[in-house]
């Protein structure tokens, strides 16, 4: 029976006999912890670079979605001179000419917002509808009740979508068919 065996310990020559046969081969577990922390330190430095690169995207994403809405707005603001260009001149032409210049004005904006997009929504004699229109008023006429019979302020869709709802007076019908006799 060894002295460990007894509950003794072993004599020191036999420690120093154990050491020296660990000292030579590696602790087991060691080399694993090195390569499991080595693995760690190349994903952490992967996810570290993926994340940096992410947020360097979305910043240049960031400015180049500002500067494409910016030249968007300076397109439009150009083609919107144009027409402030063509008032200006009609503005300093005599009388006879200020009706012919202005609907060709006209004609001009018009073109210039449909290209852009922007297209009026039209509303008089059709039913009132609270997606497109705005009532401001609610009148007695001939028209069917709920029948839009007057445009206050033209409405404009941009790509399908309202951007100035139309505001107008709708009928109610006739008063005089709903006395009782």
């Known amino acids: 029976m060894s002295n460990a065996e007894n509950g003794q310990e072993p004599p020191e020559q036999e420690i120093s006999d154990m050491t020296a046969q660990n000292a030579g081969s590696p602790v087991p577990g060691t080399a694993e912890a090195d390569e499991q922390k080595g693995a760690y330190a190349e994903l952490n430095?992967?996810?570290?670079r993926l994340a940096a690169d992410f947020e360097n995207f979305r910043k240049r994403s960031e400015r180049e979605r500002a500067q494409t809405i910016a030249l968007a707005n300076e397109r439009f603001a150009c083609?919107?001179?144009e027409v402030a260009d063509n008032?200006?001149?009609a503005l300093k032409s005599?009388?006879?000419?200020?009706?012919?210049?202005?609907?060709?004005?006209?004609?001009?904006l018009s073109a210039?917002?449909?290209?852009?997009?922007v297209c009026p929504i039209e509303s008089l004699n059709t039913l009132f509808d609270p997606e497109v229109h705005e009532a401001?008023?609610?009148?007695?006429?001939?028209?069917?009740?709920?029948t839009v019979i007057d445009?206050?302020?033209r409405g404009y869709r941009m790509h399908d979508k309202v951007i100035r709802y139309a505001k107008v007076a709708v009928s109610k019908g006739n008063e005089n068919n709903h006395k009782e006799v």
Request: with cysteine.
């Open 151 to 153: 445009e206050v302020c």
């Open 112 to 117: 210039q917002l449909q290209r852009h997009g």
């Open 79 to 81: 083609d919107i001179l």
């Open 87 to 89: 008032i200006e001149r």
């Open 136 to 146: 401001i008023a609610h009148v007695p006429s001939d028209a069917c009740t709920g």
């Open 45 to 48: 430095d992967r996810f570290l």
């Open 94 to 108: 005599d009388d006879a000419h200020l009706r012919e210049g202005m609907l060709q004005i006209r004609q001009l």
